[in-house]
């Protein structure tokens, strides 16, 4: 069973930036495109970004593109989200999420994916 595990949220000022990182265990990522996804109270989860399991250059959301990136590294089994000029609508409960392989057509849609970690709050806020 793979578990994800999400780390690096927190309070950032507007402009400011921050790493997530998503950990998996009891199975490689090596095969599985990882998601990231963000929620406010009372709003639908937003896919914002996928990378596949090949790593490669991701794909976005227009909300996030040219600020954020995504990459991986299979040696460690963790994928990385790198946010930058970070804005007050940034602010959300960020998830990593696993589908297998790669990232066309649903990669964004969170119906597509298998498994989830269990988020990490990022606060944008001066």
């Known amino acids: 069973q793979l578990q994800l595990v999400e780390s690096g949220g927190g309070l950032v000022q507007p402009g400011g930036s921050l790493r997530l990182t998503c950990v998996g265990s009891g199975v490689t990522l090596e095969h599985w495109a990882i998601g990231w996804f963000r929620q406010v109270p009372g709003k639908e989860r937003e896919g914002i970004s996928c990378i596949g399991s090949g790593g490669g250059g991701g794909t976005y959301a227009d909300s996030v593109r040219g600020r954020f990136a995504v990459s991986r590294d299979n040696s460690k089994n963790t994928v990385y989200l790198q946010m930058n000029s970070l804005k007050p609508e940034d602010t959300a409960v960020y998830y990593c999420?696993?589908?297998?392989?790669?990232?066309?057509?649903?990669?964004?849609?969170?119906?597509?994916?298998?498994?989830w970690g269990q988020g990490t709050q990022v606060t944008v806020s001066s």
């Open positions: 999420a696993a589908r297998w392989a790669s990232c066309s057509g649903t990669a964004l849609s969170m119906s597509s994916y298998d498994w």
